[in-house]
């Protein structure tokens, strides 16, 4: 049974690894294809739902075709074509919004991780409560509770609505 | 791709959205408060008065008494 553990925990692991890096690499890759580390100081492409027009253009080495095709957008757009529009929209953005918002699997990590991390902490909290605690006051003892309780009845503590209203005191029992 | 869609609507979105949303939140707070006014404030108003309807307060205090829990005056027994 610890085998099966120590491999599903290295499996996820590794998982969450992997999504890391495949999603910087996605980021590195939006830039233009650069390999080195991007200017961060410069206006970067970045497809967002909520900011519809990224800083700058996604594509700025053109190839010949590509500049030409620009050259032609400067003129009245119903001469495009259907695909020529297209790839001028593909030229300045990335993804459409409909790609952006094709859902993935990371929740399924987070979660994962996430219960991983809370029952690590539990773990954490058991060991505690029995190696760090000191031994519990003498006031829990059931006898001195009881004769708490007792006290507080005789102190007729919330009479009307609360704790002494819940105890009948002519039959001398909870009601 | 050479169909044109129809123009969306550009103004009064904000308006449209609370002449709709405006009513049913002033509904809902008016109903939450009636709510609790009659499950809980009407209720506790009419324990209290129960409560003090028969409150002997010297009976309670003298049995409070021989029960031992005051300091300033003791059980008749001690």
């Keep these: ?175 | 791709m050479t169909m044109s869609l129809p123009k969306p609507v550009m103004r009064g979105l904000l308006s449209k959205r609370l002449r709709f949303h405006l009513p049913i939140a002033f509904t809902l707070s008016v109903v939450a408060a009636a709510v609790f006014k009659y499950t809980v404030t009407e209720p506790r108003k009419q324990a209290y008065a129960d409560f003090y309807k028969q409150y002997d307060a010297m009976k309670e205090f003298n049995a409070m008494k021989e029960a031992g829990i005051f300091e300033s005056v003791r059980p008749s027994g001690e």
């Design chain 1, 1 to 175: 049974m610890l085998h099966l553990t120590a491999g599903r925990i290295g499996s996820l692991l590794t998982r969450r690894g992997v999504m890391a890096l495949t999603s910087s690499n996605v980021r590195m890759a939006s830039h233009g294809h650069e390999v080195q580390q991007e200017d961060l100081s410069l206006p970067m492409y970045w497809d967002r739902i909520d900011i519809p027009l990224p800083d700058k253009a996604y594509k700025h080495e053109l190839s010949a075709a590509e500049k030409s095709l620009k050259q032609k957008e400067q003129g009245p757009w119903t001469q495009l074509s259907k695909e020529e529009k297209l790839a001028l929209y593909r030229l300045m953005f990335k993804s459409t919004y409909a790609e952006m918002k094709v859902p993935s699997h990371e929740w399924k990590t987070v979660v994962a991780g996430m219960l991983i991390f809370i029952g690590i902490t539990g773990l954490i909290v058991i060991w505690q409560s029995h190696y760090v605690y000191p031994a519990t006051p003498h006031t829990f003892d059931p006898e001195w509770k009881a004769k708490q309780v007792q006290r507080m009845l005789d102190m007729r503590i919330n009479p009307i609505e609360g704790f002494a209203s819940q105890w009948d005191y002519e039959k001398k029992q909870w009601k």
